[in-house]
């Protein structure tokens, strides 16, 4: 089944203490991308890669990083998580190409004390 | 920058009614606009993606239509269901992004289908 995974599904953690959500796809696509979602201000994209080795800044990437290191995985890491990062976030990818649809993982909500 | 706005914010409705859910655009320069279901604290399933040269999508009781001049997208639900209950999203891919296929999102509407 053609999907976007992401892990752990639930995560709470205390500030300070390093983390990594993992993504990954099984669609063979080059773009992948993280977003966060909170109420009142949507989703907002935190970082992107455009394929292996080739990531960018999104809107809001502060206090995050990523690394692209194979083609079907995308983690997104916080290095000393914050309480201002308790989010839903979501993993997305899609086939190189303007017109391509966007697949989104199942999200994972993160809780900083 | 392009906004996306989506009217109303909540929708309640009886079962069985056909219903009409609005978004907008600020920005007509776009690639596609999608439309996306989310359960609550859930991932977002994608129900209808219109590239920006076509005029409307049907997928079973779900028809969405694009007027990419006039920034407007509706997505029409025909009889409605309790399991319709939601909140649905539209997001559009902006040209100005390049090669960052960032979706701008609206924030949604919740829609309630009573029983």
């Known amino acids: 089944e053609a999907q976007v995974t992401q892990n752990p599904r639930y995560l709470i953690t205390v500030t300070g203490k390093k983390l990594t959500v993992t993504c990954s796809q099984n669609m063979n696509h080059e773009y992948m991308s993280w977003y966060r979602q909170d109420p009142g201000l949507g989703l907002r994209q935190i970082y992107y890669?455009?394929?292996?080795?080739v990531t960018d800044k999104g809107d809001v990437p502060e206090g995050y990083k990523v690394s692209r290191k194979e083609k079907r995985n995308f983690p997104l890491i916080l290095e000393s998580p914050s309480p201002n990062q308790t989010s839903l976030y979501f993993c997305a990818s899609s086939l190189w190409g303007r017109g391509n649809e966007q697949f989104f993982g199942p999200g994972t909500r993160l809780t900083v004390l | 920058k392009q906004e996306v706005t989506q009217i109303p914010a909540a929708l309640s409705v009886p079962e069985g009614e056909n219903l009409v859910l609005n978004c907008s655009f600020t920005d007509s320069a776009i690639y596609n606009l999608q439309w996306f279901r989310q359960d609550p604290g859930k991932g977002l399933t994608s129900l209808l993606l219109i590239q920006s040269s076509q005029r409307e999508q049907t997928s079973g009781r779900l028809n969405a239509s694009l007027d990419k001049s006039s920034g407007r997208s509706t997505l029409y639900i025909a009889a409605s269901q309790p399991g319709d209950s939601a909140t649905y999203l539209c997001?559009?891919?902006?040209?100005?992004?390049?090669?960052?296929?960032?979706?701008?999102f609206g924030k949604g509407t919740l829609l309630t289908v009573n029983p």
């Open positions: 997001a559009v891919r902006p040209v100005s992004g390049g090669s960052n296929y960032k979706l701008t």
């Open positions: 890669s455009m394929n292996v080795e």
